[in-house]
């Protein structure tokens, strides 16, 4: 007898209880009409990954009850079907007379209108974004039920990245292992992902069947990416990454091949960036109710970029730009900028700072009396262009996009209360060198069908400038990017020391240079807008470092 599974990889919206147990309902009565009898849904699918402190909450944790309850009455009609459902609970316990509240990241299977099991997380995360220590204690009993005559064993997310858990199903009776997730995106993650799991099939020699969360949250995105497994590792079945899909995979317990359904290729690295990229821009926008976006339009390649990937994420009757030139912006910076919105079909408008950039001076020009012009002036034209940005998102409602790469933000080549004020950081994780990669890909792919090669070859080949000094480029102040680039890949993301990366060949000036100003640009990045995580370590919940701080290796 074979048995029918659904992978319910979908994208839920944080909080809102009422709207992810509908999305859940819905995909479980459509799952039931195919013949489905087994339907997974993603870690803490009732509530969104992850709530953070809203977990600390009783009325929140009772909003979650609730919507277990609707779940389960709403399929009540259903017979035979399972779903598991993830979600949080929280009960209360008395320790020496003071009560305790205990909350768990729970997995509950319904089935005709009851709970018919239930499963705890064991291996609560706490490193780079995860925080699951402050929010929940770690269950200790494993969890397997009955479908159709096929014994599965349960496992959240990090369990199964573990020996012990997927071992103690197992002796409990599973034949089948799986595996509810919602674990955010970086790149390479998916690979990493399909690897652990083909250990954790080849250790017990069972197949499994791995359930993964779709859309953005905040700073993290989740690509979905679902698979199976067989025992011995092979890959079954793979769902398609960055959208949401009814993933379906049958089970038979006689067959060498258990496990049977659709393989999706894998995605080139820089296809799986820039959906990640369009898919956080998308959900942050329309999660939070904004009407559209607006930037900068500089005729640089990083503001290029982000108009991109704005456009595949929200179409261009929702995105604005706006150029607005200084004293010191080349002609070509006009020309590519119009160009790029012309190709984009967006809405193009130029403002001019130099009255601003004027009046501005003449206000401090008896303060300013006797010094030489430097970054001051320079910050102050980067500040113009944020308050006029800011006052057309306060007036019109759209979000301002900032349009700072990883390697500024790294070294604080960016102006606070200017070019890094705005709402949301879209390229805050992607370094230059990436930057330009991205750029080539999607000048030769169109994933969203605008048909249209987007970015002016011109703007990819011209030296990187900010502009705001005659003759300036970035290379005046900072290393070559594919050495910056390198320097903070090292040191920031994979924690390697001075003296280890200069015995690598990086010149000691060039490495004293970049993680002096590393350190020292703690203080920018701490007021920075929330940007979208696509390393294993961005600036964000993954870099904590202190502003005030003396240490120096």
């Not at 503001?303 to 912006?329: K, Q």
Request: hydrophobic residues 40%; aromatic residues 8%.
């Amino acid at each position: 007898m074979t048995l029918k599974i659904c992978v319910a990889q979908l994208n839920f919206v944080v909080g809102d209880m009422a709207g992810n147990a509908q999305k859940i309902i819905h995909c479980a009565q459509e799952a039931y009409a195919l013949g489905v009898r087994l339907v997974l849904t993603p870690e803490l699918s009732l509530c969104g990954y992850a709530a953070e402190d809203l977990f600390l909450r009783p009325s929140f944790m009772a909003a979650c009850d609730d919507a277990l309850k609707t779940v389960s009455h709403a399929l009540a009609g259903l017979d035979g079907l399972h779903v598991v459902v993830g979600h949080p609970t929280g009960e209360s316990q008395r320790t020496r007379s003071v009560a305790v509240q205990q909350r768990f990241n729970m997995a509950s299977v319904v089935c005709e209108g009851r709970v018919v099991a239930s499963y705890a997380k064991r291996e609560l995360p706490n490193y780079q974004v995860f925080d699951e220590r402050r929010y929940f204690t770690p269950g200790d009993v494993p969890c397997v039920f009955e479908v159709q005559g096929v014994r599965v064993g349960l496992l959240i997310c990090e369990d199964a990245w573990f020996d012990a858990p997927a071992a103690d199903a197992k002796a409990a009776g599973a034949e089948l292992l799986a595996v509810i997730n919602a674990s955010p995106f970086h790149v390479g993650k998916g690979d990493e992902r399909e690897q652990a799991m083909r250990s954790r099939t080849q250790a017990t020699q069972l197949p499994l069947i791995y359930a993964h969360l779709v859309g953005g949250q905040d700073e993290v995105v989740f690509e979905g990416r679902s698979f199976a497994l067989n025992a011995d590792g092979a890959l079954a079945a793979r769902a398609p990454s960055f959208e949401e899909h009814h993933f379906c995979v049958a089970y038979t317990a006689s067959a060498v091949t258990a496990l049977e359904g659709e393989v999706v290729a894998e995605a080139s690295l820089e296809s799986d960036l820039w959906h990640a990229l369009v898919l956080g821009v998308r959900d942050y926008i329309g999660k939070n109710g904004f009407p559209g976006a607006l930037l900068g339009l500089s005729g640089g390649i990083d503001s290029a970029l982000v108009l991109a990937i704005a456009v595949d994420a929200l179409g261009a009757n929702r995105v604005r730009t706006v150029m607005m030139p200084s004293p010191y912006t080349a002609e070509i910076s006009w020309v590519d900028a119009r160009d790029m919105a012309q190709r984009m079909g967006v809405r193009y408008d130029e403002v001019s700072i130099v009255p601003e950039f004027e009046a501005f001076l003449g206000s401090l020009k008896a303060d300013f009396e006797g010094t030489q012009l430097d970054t001051t002036e320079e910050n102050i034209q980067a500040r113009i262009r944020g308050t006029l940005l800011m006052a057309l998102s306060n007036k019109f409602g759209s979000i301002v996009l900032t349009t700072g790469n990883k390697s500024e933000m790294a070294t604080g080549y960016c102006t606070l209360y200017g070019d890094m004020a705005g709402g949301f950081a879209v390229i805050k994780d992607v370094a230059k060198t990436l930057v330009f990669k991205l750029a080539h890909w999607r000048n030769a792919n169109d994933p969203y069908g605008t048909g249209v090669e987007p970015i002016p070859e011109r703007i990819i080949t011209r030296p990187p400038s900010a502009e705001l000094r005659p003759d300036q480029t970035d290379q005046d102040s900072l290393p070559p990017y594919e050495v910056l680039d390198e320097i903070v890949s090292r040191f920031m993301e994979n924690d390697e020391s001075s003296a280890d990366i200069i015995a690598a060949g990086f010149a000691p000036a060039d490495v004293e240079k970049v993680t002096r100003l590393i350190r020292i640009n703690e203080y920018k990045r701490r007021q920075s807008p929330v940007g979208i995580r696509v390393t294993h370590r961005s600036f964000g919940k993954d870099w904590r470092y202190p502003i005030t701080n003396k240490f120096r290796a």
